[in-house]
């Protein structure tokens, strides 16, 4: 079982910055490869971000390329969003989601949190 908790969403201006939080349970955190979903009204959630358990390898959704970097700090068991350059179609709920030893690719995640707000204005 993994808990998820995602924090640092909020309201931000468009070309500001936000940087989400997603805190794990667990002390085998370093094995979950760990990603980022959104969520906006009335659309499918989408893919994010990811970054692989072993390595450090990132892949990002052609939406946020050059403007988001994942980490993560496995000693913290945390995973952050950093979020550049904001604009108001990045207005979302944001998921944080954890997969044991999942491949870079995968869609498909066991583990969810409950979601962050994230609200850009213009």
């Known amino acids: 079982q993994v808990q998820l908790v995602e924090s640092g969403g909020g309201l931000a201006q468009a070309g500001g910055s936000l940087r989400l939080s997603c805190a794990a349970s667990?002390?085998?955190?370093?094995?979950?490869?760990m990603a980022w979903f959104r969520q906006a009204p009335g659309k499918e959630r989408e893919f994010v971000a990811a970054?692989?358990?072993?390595?450090?390898?990132?892949t990002y959704a052609d939406s946020v390329k050059g403007r988001c970097t994942i980490s993560r700090d496995n000693f913290k068991n945390t995973v952050y969003l950093r979020m550049n350059s904001l604009k108001p179609e990045d207005t979302a709920v944001y998921y944080c989601?954890?997969?044991?030893?999942?491949?870079?690719?995968?869609?498909?995640?066991?583990?969810w949190g409950q979601g962050t707000q994230v609200t850009v204005s213009s």
């Open positions: 989601a954890a997969d044991f030893r999942a491949g870079l690719r995968s869609l498909t995640y066991a583990y």
């Open positions: 667990g002390r085998t955190f370093s094995d979950y490869t």
């Open positions: 970054i692989f358990w072993s390595g450090g390898s990132t």
